[in-house]
């Protein structure tokens, strides 16, 4: 099974809101599935994970930055492409913070145009609540995590 590297964004507005897509598959192998999940995309050749996000970024929102926030989780799991191939994923997930939640779908692929139909900014208490696929299943857990790292006072070392 071929690996995919690929980068995911989790961004966040001013009301500590998640943004999600809405990805709806109408035809192929994938026909009848209906999920939110986070943006992002598959390293390009060459590409490191951080600059996969950075693009990923730009071409699924329209948001540009020099650079995108730090990792704050991973997963690897079996998966399975809009075109029928199972790869193993290898996903790495960056925070970003945003002010505005303006978005722009003009650099979006073909693919993206037909099964990305939605997008929302959801609120922690509505992940836990929906009955809607959310993915990563995990994405309550990641977000508690960072919401603690925000929030820990600074270590300090030595004295």
Not at 40 to 56: H, K, V
Not at 92 to 106: A, G, K
Not at 107 to 132: A, G, K, N, Y
């Amino acid at each position: 099974m071929r690996r995919r590297p690929s980068s995911r964004l989790l961004i966040i507005d001013r009301n500590n809101r998640v943004l999600l897509f809405r990805f709806m598959f109408n035809r192929g192998p994938l026909a009848g599935q209906d999920y939110w999940a986070t943006p992002g995309g598959a390293l390009e050749a060459g590409e490191s994970f951080a600059d996969a996000a950075r693009r990923e970024l730009f071409e699924e929102t329209g948001i540009l930055r020099d650079a995108v926030g730090q990792q704050v989780a991973e997963r690897e799991f079996a998966f399975q492409l809009h075109d029928g191939e199972y790869v193993m994923a290898e996903e790495r997930f960056f925070l970003v913070r945003v002010t505005d939640q303006s978005l722009s779908r003009d650099h979006w692929t073909p693919i993206e145009i037909e099964v990305m139909t939605d997008h929302r900014w959801w609120s922690v208490e509505e992940l836990t609540s929906t009955s809607e696929a959310v993915f990563p299943e995990t994405l309550v857990a990641i977000l508690a995590s960072i919401e603690q790292a925000d929030t820990s006072p600074p270590s300090l070392h030595g004295s």
